[in-house]
């Protein structure tokens, strides 16, 4: 009983925490802030269009429709807009979350902070439909979620060293960077994708993308033993070298850098918002203090890290004026009668915030563990109430990244019109379009309206009400949609008629883009979505159904 006693104690007391990993906390907790910030910083130029009370997909009415669910319906849908779906409060919860990350930042009462982060962005997420369906949006989710137990408490806890991060918090958040990694790795074969089996996979990944960039194109047009290599290594990485950060520090170290330089490509060829981001700060955590103290200049270093481990030993093991064996155990002998009567409250506090933590952080393991074994085993015999009972809150994740490969890139455009013969576009601030504009890097921002019409343009309009709905909107000239364009062709009256038509991209070659200046080209392939008008009675007419001109090229 004791010996259960003391590995409880050891992986939820932050008084038994994990005392060499305060610089890589420090340093985490100011890059989830950063995170964070961007995150709420590209919704509010977005919010009111993608989910506003005249947005493409109002919140107001999808939480209309979960009413029927009575009181269960706070559980499912676990998000502040309860109280009110208007613009105004869909911009407080932006600008709430905007102020929290930037205070975070500054490491001002940062596990306060983070739970302000973390209520605003699950209250976003759970109410904005199609435009949260993003894994990136679970796996901040999850890292916010876990990042509430390992920051300090108080309100200027500076490096924290009176009470360092909880073992079990810093193992759940290196488990969910293992599991991004893992799980993908995973998917990849069981998809039964013959591009990963063959190791073509990155042929024209660069390019078919969401939202490519302009080092994409160049590394797009490197010879295919490179990219062959480079599909090779992405599964070595995601299935094996990711193991490393289970071995000693030396193992893990070399961990760190190969996965933070593989980030750093990826980020430079491709916009995934801050996915990247937040898989390459989580690996920060790999590495002790022993490691980054000398990134840490000396006057600035806490007490505990001031010597380096040969330094302490020296010193007969002593941490801070404690020994290391009894560093973090509370001296009651000798204490006054009165002052212990007057701590017991505190005590008492301290034991329940230790409970919540154990049992938090224990749900989201099983959850997330009874996940990965299902990959493997999809009938294992285990309780599935555990995992069904986190899913609302997005905090115990499956991941899967690139399971399937696109093999083709398609462009929705929107077009208006006022005799049904004559079309403009509406230009997009993020999406590729015009074939001489050079693609751009705007990650970690998130557009997320561009984002969705590309996954839209891999289906069906009546798969992606977005598109009609949005038709609905130009012709309303509703401003909230409208800003997310990069601008209004018609400025002065709505068109009387709007389309969506497909193309069909490609990267250019280099010839192409030597001697047209291009770094796109396209061929039309027909309309998307029904056309449509707004008749006088202020319903909408189909002028059009969609229709194919041409098919794609493989």
């Given at each position: ?12 007391d ?21 995170i964070y ?7 509010l ?21 979960a ?44 596990r306060?902070?983070?739970?302000v982060?973390f209520v ?7 109410a ?11 796996m901040?989710l999850?890292?916010g979620f ?28 290196l488990?969910?960077?293992?599991r ?7 998917v ?69 850098f ?30 002790d ?22 330094e302490?030993?020296?010193?007969g ?11 973090g ?6 204490e ?8 017991e409250?505190a ?26 074994v299902?990959?493997?085993w ?33 462009e ?10 004559n079309?403009?576009a ?35 309009w ?16 509703d ?43 396209r ?11 707004l008749?006088?009675?202020?319903r ?15």
């Open positions: 009983m004791d010996k259960a006693r003391r590995v409880f104690l050891y992986l939820f932050s008084e038994h925490g994990a005392a060499d990993r305060l610089i890589g906390r420090w340093l985490f907790l100011r890059a989830m802030g950063l910030f961007s995150a709420f910083y590209a919704l130029f977005q919010v009111k269009g993608l989910i506003g009370t005249q947005g493409i997909l109002p919140a107001g009415e999808y939480l209309d429709d009413r029927s669910l009575g009181a269960a319906r706070f559980w499912y849908a676990p998000t502040l807009l309860w109280l009110s779906s208007s613009n105004h409060m869909l911009m407080a919860l932006m600008w709430a979350g905007l102020i929290a990350a930037v205070i975070l930042i500054v490491n001002i009462w940062p306060a902070m983070l739970l982060c605003c962005y699950l209250s976003f997420v759970c904005a439909q199609d435009f949260s369906g993003y894994q990136s949006d679970g901040l999850e890292a876990l990042s509430l137990f390992l920051a300090p408490g108080g309100l200027l806890p500076g490096w924290g060293a009176k009470r360092p991060p909880a073992r079990a918090a810093v193992l759940l958040l488990w969910e960077w293992f991004i990694y893992f799980e993908s790795g995973v990849k074969l069981e998809s039964g994708d013959p591009t990963w089996r063959n190791l073509t996979a990155m042929y024209e990944y660069y390019q078919n993308g969401p939202l490519p960039t302009w080092i994409g194109w160049y590394v797009q047009h490197l010879p295919y033993w490179f990219h062959k290599a480079t599909a090779g290594a992405t599964l070595g990485m995601e299935l094996a070298l990711v193991w490393m950060a289970f071995l000693p520090r030396r193992w893990r170290i070399a961990c760190f190969i996965v933070t330089a593989w980030q750093i490509g990826v980020i430079a060829t491709a916009n995934y918002t801050f996915l990247n981001y937040l898989v390459l700060v989580l690996a920060f955590l790999l590495l203090d022993a490691f980054l103290r000398r990134f840490v200049p000396a006057r600035w270093r806490p007490k505990q890290i001031a010597e380096s481990p040969e302490q030993r020296e010193r093991g002593m941490v801070g004026d404690q020994p290391v064996a009894d560093a155990e509370p001296e009651a002998a000798g006054p009668e009165h002052e212990t009567e007057q701590r409250p005590r008492w506090l301290v034991a329940a915030g230790i409970a919540v933590r154990a049992i938090a952080l224990t749900w989201v393991f099983y959850a997330t563990t009874v996940e990965l299902q990959m493997f999809h009938e294992v015999p285990l309780p599935a109430s555990p995992v069904a009972a986190l899913e609302p809150f997005r905090i115990a994740n499956q991941y899967g990244l690139f399971a399937v490969m696109t093999p083709h890139r398609y929705i455009e929107f077009q208006g019109s006022n005799d049904g013969q079309w403009v509406y230009p997009f601030r993020y999406k590729p379009q015009d074939v001489r504009e050079r693609p751009g890097i705007y990650a970690p921002y998130q557009p997320r309206f561009d984002w969705n019409l590309w996954f839209a343009s891999l289906g069906s009546l798969q992606n009400p977005l598109v009609p709905r949005t038709e609905e909107l130009l012709l309303q000239g401003q909230d949609v409208l800003g997310l364009f990069a601008g209004n062709p018609f400025p002065n009256a709505p068109p009387k008629y709007v389309r969506a038509v497909i193309w069909q991209y490609w990267f250019s070659t280099p010839e192409q883009k030597r001697e047209q200046g291009v770094w796109w080209t061929q039309y392939l027909g309309t998307y979505a029904p056309t449509i008008t008749r006088e009675d202020g909408y007419g189909v002028v059009a159904g969609p229709s194919r001109e041409a098919e794609p090229e493989p």
